[in-house]
Every structure is written in structure tokens, then in C-alpha cells.
């Protein structure tokens, strides 16, 4: 991705639980224009009917734990509803399991998320239930990291 949008100010390497192995990828954060363009490359995700992800920055700040029990809620710093959590992200969508994903968001700073976690869960955000868009379980993980 260095080629495309230059060389990442953080980034999330993603790696899939102990029933998703083959889950893998990288969430890159680049500062530009006053937001921060969060860029997406994951394959190995499963078969599922909707082929949507649930796709969220997470409180936590390790991944351990075979369901990733440790990633926390959303991050939420101002105690919003769902979807208006500074973590709520796009779904993923799946192409025969490689997703690709790249948009500006204002909702958190660099600094903010450094130490957080991306989670990918196994079902799409509903955007509406509370707290957490009902997305179902946590299926990868990855802990950003300033570069």
C-alpha cells in the first residue's frame, strides 16, 4: 500500500483466532487533510451468506485470548450510542475472502488509537442495536501501532 497512499503514520498487523488461522491482513492509518484515511487489505475471511464484516477499533490494547476476550467494547471516549462510536467503522466486504477498504474518518486522532485494537467480527454492524450493532463474535484482531 506504501506505493499508493505513501508510507502509513500507524498500523494494525490483523491475524484471525484459533478458528479463523488463515485470517490475515493489515489496517493502515495516514494522516491527510485534517482526517485520517484508515486503509484496509485482509484475506482468509470465511464464508458467510451476507459476506459483510463487522469492522470496529477496539478499547482494548492486546489481542491475547482465543476469542480476543481482552480488545474491550468500541472505543467510545464520549460515551456515544451505536453508531456514533469514534471505533464504528464501514463493514468489510467480502470477494471470495479478501476485503479492501479505504476511507477518511474525523471521528479519532492518531494519537487516540495508537495501543488500540482493530477488531473484524464474524456478522455486519446492524448500525443499530446497542452497544455494539449486534456483529456477532470476534473473529481477527490486530493492535495499532505508531510507525
Known amino acids: 500500500m ?24 493489515e489496517v493502515c492509518f495516514y494522516r491527510k487533510r485534517d482526517c485520517i484515511l484508515v486503509v484496509a487489505d ?23 485470548g482465543n476469542k480476543f476476550e481482552n480488545t474491550g467494547n468500541h472505543y467510545n471516549p464520549h460515551q456515544l450510542p451505536h453508531p456514533l462510536h469514534a471505533g464504528d467503522m464501514p463493514p ?11 476511507f477518511f474518518t474525523d471521528r479519532f486522532s492518531l494519537n487516540e488509537i495508537i495501543g488500540k485494537t482493530v477488531v473484524i467480527h464474524s456478522n455486519p454492524d446492524d448500525f443499530t442495536t446497542q452497544p455494539s450493532g449486534n456483529a456477532g463474535t470476534k473473529i481477527a484482531c490486530g493492535v495499532i501501532k505508531a510507525l
Open 92 to 102: 468489510l466486504i467480502s470477494c471470495n475472502g479478501n476485503a479492501f477498504s479505504a
Open 2 to 25: 506504501n506505493r499508493i497512499f505513501g508510507k502509513p503514520n500507524a498500523k494494525a498487523h490483523i491475524k484471525g483466532g484459533s478458528n479463523t488461522k488463515q485470517l490475515s491482513g
Open 42 to 64: 485482509i484475506s482468509g475471511l470465511p464464508n458467510t451468506s451476507s459476506g459483510f464484516y463487522g469492522f470496529h477499533i477496539h478499547e482494548g490494547n492486546n489481542c491475547f
